[in-house]
């Protein structure tokens, strides 16, 4: 008998033309040893327009917050624009990265929808933002200037809209969550 022998084509490296892969619907991005897949039905679907959005959202709250961050001696306020700032930047650093590994991986979007990570992160991504947007505000009661109030309440009303889409996220995360494990039981 005759072994059977596996043949491993390297790409070349030099070829910048996207290849398109009818089964999986991914793009084939051709590197100098192997291929970076694409996801291109990602931002096609509700879940992945969400983490968009949450993403997009975050960077304005990080952006406005550190914008209008000043040290003064009031610590309490202190306290407050560095939570705010902490607890923003990380979901947002947290969801991008979600968002990029689902988009360079098919694999990746369909198996976090399987465990309860998913719903786990975006309840605590939405309790938490409300929690600092709820600070934030309360902060706004001691400003004079109003440009300072302005931003800061516009920082804390963008959050709590994010709020709103991770705890969408974790509603259509549950749904998908449940269909999966109700199918194998």
Do not use: W
């Not at 084509?9 to 991914?26: A, F, H, M, R, S």
């Not at 550190?66 to 202190?78: A, K, Q, T, V």
């Amino acid at each position: 008998m005759a072994n059977k022998v596996d043949v491993i084509i390297q790409p070349n490296p030099y070829d910048t033309q996207l290849t398109e892969i009818e089964d999986t619907k991914v793009y084939a991005i051709p590197g100098p040893t192997t291929y970076i897949l694409f996801n291109r039905l990602y931002f096609k679907n509700f879940a992945g327009v969400l983490k968009l959005l949450e993403v997009a959202l975050g960077m304005v709250c990080v952006a406005l917050a550190g914008r209008n961050f000043s040290i003064d001696h009031n610590y309490l306020d202190e306290f407050k624009q560095i939570t705010f700032l902490i607890i923003t930047s990380s979901f947002m650093v947290g969801t991008y990265l979600v968002m990029l590994s689902s988009l360079l991986s098919k694999p990746f979007g369909e198996l976090i929808g399987q465990t309860i990570y998913e719903i786990l992160y975006n309840i605590h991504a939405g309790v938490l933002h409300l929690i600092v947007s709820s600070m934030v505000m309360s902060e706004t009661q001691n400003y004079s200037g109003k440009k300072q109030y302005n931003v800061t309440m516009a920082c804390a009303i963008v959050s709590m809209i994010n709020a709103v889409f991770y705890f969408i996220s974790a509603f259509t995360g549950h749904s998908k969550y449940k269909r999966y494990n109700y199918a194998y039981q």
